[in-house]
């Protein structure tokens, strides 16, 4: 299972911006579907933006659109996703996933239920607070 890692997460104020880097060693993300998604405590896990290869389609929750963008970098092997607006609610820990196969939106849709991504990252916690 390849490994991804993501980077920087933090605190920040409501209203804020945060940018989220999901980076990864010996594979090229672009031959990829990447997708973030968050869990917060006692909840369940959500798809907030996946981004399809190898054109860049996006696709968002509902929560996050017009907040956030998702983005690749083919040059730097990494994807961001630029969050902004930020509010209490976005609080939570966020991952990547990547998979060579699935569909975008079906990935941000987290279907077919019980499908394994071809790889995780560890997560970054995003914590909105003042």
């Known amino acids: 299972q390849l490994q991804l890692v993501e980077s920087g997460g933090g605190l920040v104020q409501p209203g804020g911006s945060l940018r989220l880097s999901c980076s990864a060693s010996?594979?090229?993300?672009?031959?990829?579907?990447i997708g973030w998604f968050r869990q917060a405590p006692g909840k369940e896990r959500e798809g907030v933006s996946c981004i399809s290869r190898p054109d860049h389609s996006t696709t968002y929750a509902d929560s996050v659109k017009g907040r956030f963008t998702l983005s690749r970098d083919n040059a730097k092997n990494t994807v961001y996703l630029q969050m902004t607006s930020l509010k209490p609610e976005d609080t939570a820990v966020y991952y990547c996933a990547a998979d060579r196969v699935i569909n975008y939106q079906a990935m941000c849709a987290q279907k077919p239920k019980g499908y394994k991504y071809d790889g995780w990252g560890q997560g970054t916690q995003v914590t909105v607070s003042s």
């Open positions: 010996g594979l090229t993300l672009g031959d990829y579907v």
